[in-house]
C-alpha cells in the first residue's frame, strides 16, 4: 500500500521567540519591539531601518551584544516607540534623530547642522556626547 504522506509541519521560532529565551522574563520592552519588527520584515529590514548591522541586532536579541546597549535602546525607543526629545535647535523630534544628528559631523556650509553640531557639544541634556573642551570651540 502506497500511502501519500503528509509533509510534517516544523515550527520555526520568531525572533521574538529567541529573544524571551535570551532574556527571560525580564526583557525589556524595547527588545519585545526590536524583534516584533524582525519577525515581521526580517533581520537584514530591521537593521537597515534602525541603521545598525544585522549582527549587532543578532547578537542585542540573543542577549550577547557587547557594545553601548543603551544607545541601541534609545534608537528602537525612538524609531519604533515614538520616544520623542526637545531639540534645542530642531525642536521636538524622535529619539533616534536625534542620535543620528549627533553622529553628523558639523557643515560649515550649512548653518543648522552647524547650529546642531554645536548645540549637542555644549551640555545638550539629550546629547550622549562629552561637552568640547572650551579651546576647541576656538579651533571651530
Known amino acids: 500500500m502506497n500511502a501519500k504522506s503528509t509533509p ?7 525572533m521574538l521567540d529567541k529573544a524571551q529565551a535570551a532574556w527571560g522574563p525580564d526583557m525589556p520592552e524595547w527588545i519585545r519591539e526590536l524583534a516584533g ?16 548591522s544585522p549582527a549587532t541586532l543578532s547578537q542585542t536579541l ?4 557587547p557594545g553601548d546597549l543603551e544607545k541601541l535602546a534609545a534608537t528602537v525607543r525612538g524609531a ?36 546642531v553640531f554645536r548645540a549637542c557639544r555644549s551640555g545638550c541634556p539629550n546629547s550622549r556626547l562629552k561637552p568640547a573642551h572650551p579651546e ?3 579651533a571651530e
Open 8 to 14: 510534517e509541519l516544523i515550527y520555526e521560532p520568531t
Open 136 to 138: 576647541a570651540r576656538h
Open 37 to 52: 519588527l524582525a519577525s515581521r520584515s526580517s533581520l537584514n529590514a530591521a537593521a537597515k531601518r534602525l541603521g545598525y
Open 62 to 65: 540573543a542577549n550577547k551584544y
Open 80 to 115: 519604533l516607540m515614538g520616544e520623542t526629545v526637545v531639540c534645542p535647535v530642531l525642536g521636538t523630534i524622535g529619539r533616534d534623530a536625534c542620535l543620528a544628528w549627533q553622529s553628523k559631523p558639523r557643515a560649515v556650509t550649512n548653518a543648522v547642522r552647524t547650529r
